[in-house]
């Protein structure tokens, strides 16, 4: 699995980078732009810093794949849903 960050004013992909073997079933930007945060079928949540290539952090409090992600107006909170009632 692969990320792709994309500049739509230009139509060029700005970097790519391999994730991991999981699917991603959820995706948002900060709206600044500076984070990437997805859900992966395995319940984890990973947070990535796109021009970087990093993984700055993975969260794994949920065991179904995660449905939906977003990210508090404040940058400080998200919130993840999942059907595993946890």
């Known amino acids: 699995m692969q990320i792709y960050y994309f500049d739509l004013l230009s139509d060029t992909v700005i970097s790519k980078y391999p994730l991991c073997?999981?699917?991603?079933?959820?995706g948002v930007?900060?709206?600044d732009g500076k984070l990437l945060m997805t859900g992966l079928?395995?319940?984890i949540v990973n947070v990535?810093?796109?021009l970087k290539k990093?993984?700055?952090r993975s969260y794994?409090?949920?065991k179904l794949q995660i449905?939906?992600?977003d990210?508090?107006?404040n940058f400080i909170n998200f919130a993840s849903g999942s059907n595993d009632m946890v």
């Open 60 to 62: 794994k409090s949920h």
């Open 41 to 43: 079928s395995n319940g």
């Open 54 to 56: 990093t993984n700055l």
């Open 71 to 73: 990210i508090s107006s």
């Open 67 to 69: 449905n939906c992600i």
């Open 21 to 26: 073997s999981d699917k991603i079933t959820g």
């Open 29 to 31: 930007f900060r709206s």
């Open 48 to 50: 990535y810093e796109p």
